[in-house]
């Protein structure tokens, strides 16, 4: 029988300690390999962070983010420290289609943005949590170009309420339950936020400045898949791209279809 003494308790101690230490650096590594989309130190970052900010963790189930006012310091990667991103000047040029002056408004910019996040946040820029610009006009630009043209309504609010316009009207859409809540909803992830703060500036950009894409209707599926909608059957797509798609916890490759119909 060893007899226990405050050495051995100590050295006990000190294995669990180190056990309990090796334990969490492998769940985090398990975590990270999981996300392999992420930086490494994004990952570890954003997560040690989370609990010190309030933010969940990633992948543990939603609920309401505690005030963010509770927050008396900036920490990486804390919604509040997320700069507004630069747009891409390859896009600020040739704005074919303008909204009328009236319907320059931030009323618009919101609407547009949550469109861009519910349609558009998990196609993300290679290596990045950061939603892909290009895609994001796609859709933005679809609307301005409906609206400028009288397809489906004359104004961004009609465009978006249009009956099976965007997939996210459909109630058959797991993003239609947070369609009414966008803001809220991104507030309750870093990473989401980071995506909402993207889709705002590119809006309040095709908002006030016009769009130059020329697409005005898309789909996606995911590549394999032989689900096309019925407009767009037997139709030739003006633009074909293939992406990566990170919503839902899934990392998809998947294909968008443009076309240029009106």
């Known amino acids: 029988?060893?007899?226990?003494?405050?050495?051995?308790?100590?050295s006990i101690s000190s294995t669990l300690f180190g056990l309990g230490l090796v334990g969490v650096t492998l769940y985090n590594i398990f975590n990270y390999a999981m996300n392999p989309h992420e930086g490494a130190a994004e990952y570890f970052s954003r997560n040690n962070v989370a609990c010190a900010s309030n933010l969940p963790r990633e992948g543990s189930s939603r609920g309401s983010m505690r005030s963010l006012e509770g927050i008396t310091e900036p920490r990486l990667g804390s919604i509040e420290t997320?700069?507004?991103?630069?747009?891409?000047p390859e896009f600020i040029s040739d704005r074919k289609y303008q909204l009328p002056e009236e319907q320059r408004t931030e009323k618009n910019v919101l609407l547009i943005?949550?469109?861009?996040?519910?349609?558009?946040?998990?196609?993300?820029?290679?290596?990045?949590?950061?939603?892909?610009?290009s895609y994001l006009r796609i859709i933005g630009g679809s609307v301005v170009e409906r609206a400028v043209k009288g397809f489906r309504g004359n104004s961004v609010e009609e465009i978006l309420g249009a009956n099976k316009q965007y997939s996210f009207t459909n109630s058959d859409d797991p993003q239609k339950e947070i369609s009414t809540r966008v803001k809220d909803?991104?507030?309750?992830?870093?990473?989401?936020?980071?995506?909402?703060?993207?889709?705002e500036g590119v809006a309040r950009d095709i908002v006030y400045n016009g769009s130059n894409s020329d697409i005005d209707h898309f789909y996606v599926k995911e590549v394999g898949s032989d689900k096309v909608?019925?407009?767009?059957?037997g139709k030739t797509p003006?633009?074909?791209?293939k992406h990566k798609s990170y919503l839902g916890?899934?990392?998809k490759t998947c294909e968008t279809s443009g076309f240029n119909f009106l």
């Open 238 to 241: 003006a633009m074909l791209t």
């Open 249 to 251: 916890g899934k990392i």
């Open 82 to 88: 997320i700069e507004p991103i630069e747009l891409e």
């Open 113 to 133: 943005a949550a469109a861009m996040y519910l349609e558009g946040r998990g196609v993300h820029e290679e290596g990045t949590n950061i939603p892909r610009e």
């Open 185 to 199: 909803h991104a507030k309750e992830s870093v990473i989401d936020w980071r995506a909402y703060v993207k889709c």
């Open 1 to 10: 029988m060893v007899k226990r003494t405050k050495k051995n308790e100590m």
């Open 229 to 233: 909608p019925y407009w767009a059957k």
